[in-house]
């Protein structure tokens, strides 16, 4: 019985012909970067969606003012909701980058 050790040693060699690089480290920086970057995504994604809903939310309303009324606040709070989010991306980004490229300079 092939131990855990030869599994992962052949997951390292099938991934190095494949042309992945295994010898790169993840280092703190990059870890946290890239989890701040997926959680804005996540969190632009689900804008994205309140807005479709706050769109679908007036086009159904039939004529109701109250319907209409509650649509253009979804679509206002998510709309500055993804303002928010693309503004917080950007700004990581930039932070992001420059950390990556101070440590790399050192």
Sequence with gaps: MAGIGSAFEK???FADSSGYNTTASTTPDLLIANTI???L???GVFFL???IYGGFTWMTASGS???VKSAKKI???ATIGLIIVILAYAISYFVVS???SNSLNT
């Design 11 to 13: 997951t390292k060699n």
């Design 37 to 39: 970057q997926t959680v």
């Design 41 to 43: 995504s996540f969190l």
């Design 49 to 51: 969606i309140l807005v």
């Design 65 to 67: 003012d109250d319907k």
């Design 75 to 77: 679509l206002l709070n």
């Design 98 to 100: 420059n950390l990556v």
